[in-house]
């Protein structure tokens, strides 16, 4: 059994400690914003997506200076594909509530699909922020598609104004801006990590390992 002492030492080492407040210093900028209430900034209906983005990024993706030309175009994208789902099942929730959880049900079942494949560790990670963010969206904008029918489905996308409860899009998106800009906080920090590391010491010895294997 490991002691506390060698678990201590094991802790305190220079690249396990960087790391680990580098994302300490993610999660206390992201929660701040959520509880900081500044309506003209952070959307009052998204204020805890700030820091339940930048708390399960900084977990999630290394803290190297490479990931933050990957972070943004791949957060981005799937808040987009997140919206256009959302979308049709508030669509189904104008209808009725029973609509919208059968809807829901389908759109879930044919999203399982992402986790089996040879690209299950990227495509899983997709289908949780798939699942997960349509029902949490959808089922706290059904009280204003309840107000509005259909046509609030389209304002989501049109009404603008970060105190707006029918701007639903708009602020999510700033919501996770905000988010993104705490995590990119945490990367650019001095000193900056590279990739330099992982390449010499993992992904080389690694390739020599299978090629003297096969030969």
Known sequence: MTSLNDWFKSFWDKDKFEVT????IICICGFSLSVAAIPNAVPPSQALM??????????????????????LP????????VAGCCTMLLAAA??????????YAVYTLLMTALYFGEAYTF????????IALSGLIGVSSIPLIEQGGLSAVAEMWTMK?????????????????????CVFLGIIIPPWRTSRKMITQGLFPFIFKQVSTVL
């Open 21 to 24: 407040l580098r994302s300490g």
């Open 50 to 71: 700030p820091g339940v983005l930048a708390s399960t990024l900084s977990q999630v993706l290394p803290t190297l200076m490479y990931s933050a030309t990957l972070v």
């Open 74 to 81: 791949m957060v981005l994208l799937t808040i987009i594909g």
């Open 94 to 103: 104008a209808v009725s509530k029973g609509c919208f959880l059968g809807v």
């Open 123 to 130: 495509t899983s990670s997709l289908a949780n922020a798939f």
């Open 161 to 181: 104004g970060t105190t707006n409860q029918f701007a639903v899009w708009q602020n999510l998106l700033i919501a996770v801006c905000w988010g993104l800009a």
